[in-house]
DNA sequence: TATTGTTATACTCTATAACTATA
DNA sequence: TATAGTTATAGAGTATAACAATA
């Protein structure tokens, strides 16, 4: 077996770069961990949702999106409060500081998404977004199994 | 921005994925890291080599092949010699235990790779193969340039 | 009794650099 | 002065579960 030509291993290699590539504008440029970032993303021109929305939303826990809520929230970009209709709950929403600067970062880590697939042709864009699909799939198939 | 269809997202939770199916093999059943796999997979059918060719080999740097090595020899998988060429250098290879591990996980991980894969077409192998490497290599650009 | 969200804790990983021995 | 490899240390990320409040 060749290390180079495993699957596992060369698709561990790729996402560790991009996400490197990716993370140094919201990490580097405005002090957001990978966790802060998607849940400002999945805050963003949604209202008012809870916190278990945004669960649903980032595969991340309950716990991830509890401490990025309270991150962000010290960092005046989001406003809990109280749910009305569930005592447990809170309503989360972006503030204006927090629209603010998510419409700043998308642009920039766009910009960096299309850099990253320019080398690609349309349908292989294509074959790629419906590879991801299809791998996925079947690797939450065996993590289930075991 | 939807965050499902940004591709730095959808790429680090498939690879996640992945990761975690793939680990599930080395770790569960063999108590290896994703690190002491990476080395004995480069060390296999190497003969004597040095922990700075591990390290070419695995995108691994030189701490965590020399703890990966420590922790490989103290399960009497690999033996280490003094490099008669170079006093500071080792030559690492892997002991009868540590082929015979290797020899048991390859299938197994290979069956997962091939399960992982097998809803695409030989077309589309070629294609997601190609654009892994276009990608990584964008993504390396990106990084550098900061 | 179950669920929402927070807190605690321990563990693993990662990043940086200091360090030893040799070249 | 540079290189091979080891060790130290701190920080970040991850996993598990206990917990308070409410349903």
Redesign the interface.
């Known amino acids: 077996?060749e290390?180079?030509k495993?699957?596992?291993?060369?698709?561990?290699?790729?996402?560790?770069?991009?996400?490197?590539?990716?993370a140094?504008v919201y990490r580097?440029r405005f002090s957001l961990s990978r966790d802060d970032w998607?849940v400002l993303?999945?805050l963003?021109d949604q209202g008012e949702v809870r916190a278990a929305d945004v669960k649903d939303?980032?595969?991340l826990d309950k716990m991830q999106v509890s401490r990025a809520l309270a991150r962000l929230e010290a960092a005046g970009l989001v406003a809990r409060a109280a749910d009305p209709d569930d005592g447990r709950a809170w309503r989360v929403r972006l503030l204006p500081a927090g629209t603010a600067l998510y419409r700043k970062i998308?642009p920039m880590?766009?910009a960096?998404?299309d850099?990253?697939?320019?080398?690609?042709t349309p349908?292989?864009l294509e074959?790629?977004?419906?590879?991801?699909d299809?791998?996925?799939?079947?690797?939450?198939?065996?993590?289930r199994q075991?």
């Open positions: 077996m290390l180079e495993f699957f596992p291993y060369r698709l561990a290699v790729l996402a560790e770069q991009v996400s490197l590539a990716t140094q580097e998607r993303a999945a963003a939303r980032t595969t998308v880590v766009q960096r998404e850099y990253l697939l320019s080398d690609l349908q292989e074959v790629l977004a419906g590879a991801i299809k791998v996925e799939a079947r690797a939450r198939q065996l993590t075991g």
